[in-house]
């Protein structure tokens, strides 16, 4: 076990955080995930996010509808077979399967290189804002190997991230920033995990910040802490890749819109409306609100509860 891992199990255990930094979902869902720590060995389960789970021969059929089901999106996409190869690799070492959560992380870092590609930049430095169980960073790091990682989550989810990292590039260094000191020195580190109460302690320019459906789960105090930060941290290079619901409302009544989130009008957007490759998913379920053909519900194909949005932009830097 890294030695990381049990300094973030404590202090998931001990950690008190403001109430700003958790909305009323992780409120239930923080409660509901469970993270142990037993000598040299580590239990998870997750709650309200996505993990690498190993499917059967039917999971991994409708996967691969799934795939066929987007194929005009990805065609689009140059860097996305590379992309795609990456990630079968990755899940084969973790013993998973390509389902949606796999597919929609090989879409987020394909529609990125494709940006880098035809703009001429060479991003070292990410800002990962609630990667869940830290596919998309480990899948970063595997495609950019010079790649330094920020990995800013809720404590128990970044023991999740820890543990991804670990197991999939067991000679990175990663290290803790933040009111527990720093665990290793940070500026050694490859992947350094922080509490999104401390963001304000990197120090360095953010070339890439990605924020993949958490932000539509965060309270409002926090998305703007967010994108203040990122404003502060933005130098010509710097990209910020939001994939958020267009609205939301959470456990608590509180209602999350894309719109909403503190954007200015003099921020340099480079690719913004409805996100194609999140429209639909399929799964061993069908849901009552699936697409219908002739009145029958459509097997094992379901649509997400509500649009989302992708908006990649340089965000303006504050006056």
Known sequence: MNPIIPVLCEMARTASLPPESVSSHWQVHGRQTVVECHADTVSLRASGFPTVVRPGFGGRVLYAAERWSYRSVTAQLKSFPAVWQVVRRLLCQLGGGPDFHAFKSACVLATLSDHWAAQGVSPKTFMLIGDGDGFLGAL???????????????????????????????????????????????????????????????????????????????????????????????IPQSR???????????????????????????????????????????????????????????????????????????LAPHP
């Open 140 to 234: 970063i790091r595997r495609y950019l190997p010079s790649a330094r990682l920020y990995c800013v989550d809720l404590p128990k989810t970044l023991v999740f991230q820890a543990q991804m990292h670990s197991v999939t590039d067991p000679s990175a260094t990663l290290s803790l920033l933040g009111q527990h000191g720093r665990i290793p020195e940070v500026e050694a580190s490859h992947v350094i995990f922080v509490l999104p109460q401390a963001i304000e302690e990197i120090s360095e320019p953010i070339d890439c910040a990605i924020n993949m459906t958490s932000m539509q789960e965060m309270t409002t105090e926090m998305i703007a802490a967010y994108f203040s930060f990122l404003r502060r941290r933005s």
């Open 240 to 314: 910020f890749y939001c994939v958020n619901r267009a609205h939301k409302e959470l456990s608590g009544g509180e209602v999350i819109r894309f719109e909403d989130y503190p954007w200015q009008s003099d921020d340099e957007v480079f690719l913004d409306g409805v996100c194609p490759y999140y429209t639909h998913f399929f799964a061993p379920y069908t849901c009552p609100r699936g697409p219908r053909c002739f009145g029958l519900r459509v097997p094992y194909l379901n649509y997400f509860d509500g649009c989302h949005r992708h908006r990649l932009v340089r």
